[in-house]
């Protein structure tokens, strides 16, 4: 199949995906240097506050904006599962609650514990350097 | 003394004299890594449009793209280098969040397949999932019970 490598490359869209989702990485770096929270309270932090803002429809425009400058950010799995999760109650009512946000998101986790649980077997231990 | 052992020293004396630079710094790095790594998944998701997949179909392969290859540079310790140098930079997308699976997982390899790698892959991914999903379920519901999402208020 042919594909257009002008609009693969369009610097506008690329611009924007490279300065939003900057943007979203110093906000946590700001939290990293400048308060006490530890990186796994930070990521539950983004996760949490990407579905809240999904949730209200805010975070659908900097989708729109940016596209996976705001996807790629943990922020966008938030709003992901949020996104899937009304998806779910438009169809399936209550249930869809519980089964739209890990649909939607079931690419992603299954990856992450394939792929995680693979390149730890291949991993070798650290060598301590003296 | 030779000349570039001064500038080192020198260096050290101007990060202990000015308490603002290394946060700028970190805050550059972190941007520009960030921005970089949020711009490889623009075009995995160009190609992904090009080649005909929607929207939702094109995300996912960008997220399972993005967490392979992270995955695997942790596993072969070059993710952690490029973490103590960008901070924020690669902690923040998707690849923090593979990186956070295969990190306490090889540190724990010794206790084991199952309860060593397999239990301690979710050290911090765990978290990230409870309030992740249960935080998508909570949302769901309150638009179940207003049916609206609140567009409005912006």
Redesign the interface.
């Known amino acids: ?1 042919d ?2 490598w002008a ?4 610097w506008m ?2 611009l924007k ?18 308060t006490k929270l530890t ?2 309270k ?3 932090i ?3 506050t ?3 803002l ?5 975070y659908q ?1 900097l989708v729109d904006f ?4 705001a ?4 922020t ?3 709003y ?3 996104k ?3 998806e ?2 438009e169809q399936y ?2 249930i ?3 089964t ?3 649909k ?6 299954a ?3 394939f ?12 060598m301590k350097k003296q | 003394m030779d000349p570039l052992e001064t500038k080192q020293t020198y260096q050290d004396y101007v990060d202990k004299k000015s308490p603002n630079s290394p946060i700028l710094k970190n805050c550059f790095n972190a941007f520009w890594v960030g921005g970089l790594i949020c711009t490889i998944g623009q075009v995995i998701l160009n190609i992904c449009k090009e080649r005909g997949f929607d929207t939702q179909l094109s995300g996912t392969i960008v997220s399972i793209i993005l967490i392979g290859i992270s995955a695997f540079l942790t596993g072969l310790n070059v993710f952690n280098k490029i973490g103590k140098f960008a901070g924020a930079g690669s902690l923040i997308p998707i690849t923090g969040f593979a990186n956070s699976i295969v990190s306490p997982a090889m540190e724990y390899k010794s206790e084991g397949y199952v309860m060593g790698v397999g239990g301690k892959m979710f050290t911090v991914a765990g978290p990230v999932l409870v309030f992740g999903i249960s935080a998508s379920i909570i949302v769901g519901m309150i638009y179940l019970i207003f049916h609206t999402q609140s567009v409005t208020l912006v």
Do not use: E
Request: aromatic share 8%.
């Open positions: 199949m594909i257009n609009n693969v490359f369009d869209v690329l995906c490279f300065v939003t989702g900057g943007i979203i990485c110093i906000i946590g770096q700001v939290l990293i240097d400048k990186p796994a930070i990521l539950v983004f996760v949490t990407g579905a809240i999904g949730g209200l429809g805010i425009y940016a596209g996976a400058g996807t790629v950010p943990l966008g799995f938030g992901n599962l949020a899937g999760a009304i779910g109650i009512g209550l869809g609650a519980f739209g946000g890990v939607a998101a079931a690419g992603g986790i990856a992450a514990v792929f995680g649980y693979l390149a730890s077997l291949i991993s070798k231990p650290k």
